[in-house]
């Protein structure tokens, strides 16, 4: 029974383990010309492990990590958290459709939904206070669904060996 409790939280700490690397990445500075292309890491292993435990990885779960990084950017409170609980939903209600597409799919899937999240905080920051939305901030759309392929196959192999060499005795 212990081994099965050592199995369990092991697995907790990468899924929170990667959402904090995720979130070092996602605050990093990057030059000025290159800012427009910085993707989201955030929602790429939000859109992972939803993909993969969808019982798990839920609404609530965004919205604590989009807290965590409108307190990291210093923005309107709950604009992330509003922005990644909707693509949530989207995706772990569509969890079984984007499973069984192709990998360069599921990429476009990710660009399109990085697009809606870039709406979706613009839209609500616009009701807040006065902004002015460039079509180069779309990039990191693209940007998102370019690495979706990588990011899924790291993803994979990190979960898969750390899961591998794990017996459970029931």
Same mark, same amino acid.
């Given at each position: 029974?212990? *081994?099965?409790?050592?199995?369990?939280?092991?697995?907790?700490w990468?899924i929170w383990?990667s959402? %904090?690397v995720? $979130?070092?990445?996602?605050s990093m500075?990057?030059?000025?010309? #290159?800012s $427009?292309?910085?993707?989201? @890491?955030l929602l790429?292993?939000?859109?992972?492990?939803?993909? !993969?435990i969808p019982?798990?990885?839920?609404? =609530?779960t965004?919205f604590?990590?989009? !807290?965590v990084?409108?307190?990291?950017?210093?923005?309107t409170l709950? %604009?992330? *958290?509003? /922005? $990644?609980?909707?693509?949530?939903y989207l995706?772990?209600?569509?969890?079984?459709q984007?499973?069984? #597409? /192709?990998?360069? &799919?599921? /990429?476009? *899937?990710?660009?399109? #939904?990085?697009?809606?999240?870039? !709406?979706? !905080?613009?839209?609500?920051? %616009? $009701?807040?206070?006065?902004?002015? +939305? +460039?079509?180069?901030q779309?990039?990191? =759309?693209?940007?998102?669904?370019?690495? @979706?392929?990588?990011i899924?196959?790291l993803?994979? &192999?990190? *979960?898969?060996? %750390?899961f591998s060499?794990? &017996?459970?005795?029931f």
């Open positions: 029974m212990q *081994s099965l409790n050592y199995f369990c939280s092991c697995r907790y990468l383990l959402f %904090l995720a $979130l070092i990445l996602q500075p990057w030059p000025e010309p #290159l $427009l292309f910085r993707p989201s @890491w790429l292993i939000l859109i992972y492990w939803i993909l !993969i019982d798990r990885i839920n609404i =609530g965004a604590f990590m989009g !807290i990084t409108d307190l990291i950017y210093g923005s709950g %604009l992330h *958290s509003l /922005a $990644l609980s909707v693509i949530t995706v772990s209600r569509q969890n079984h984007i499973c069984n #597409l /192709a990998l360069w &799919k599921q /990429a476009l *899937s990710v660009i399109i #939904l990085a697009w809606l999240m870039d !709406i979706i !905080i613009f839209v609500s920051d %616009l $009701l807040v206070i006065n902004v002015v +939305f +460039f079509p180069e779309l990039w990191n =759309g693209v940007t998102s669904g370019i690495l @979706w392929p990588w899924f196959l993803m994979q &192999k990190i *979960s898969h060996n %750390l060499n794990t &017996k459970v005795v």
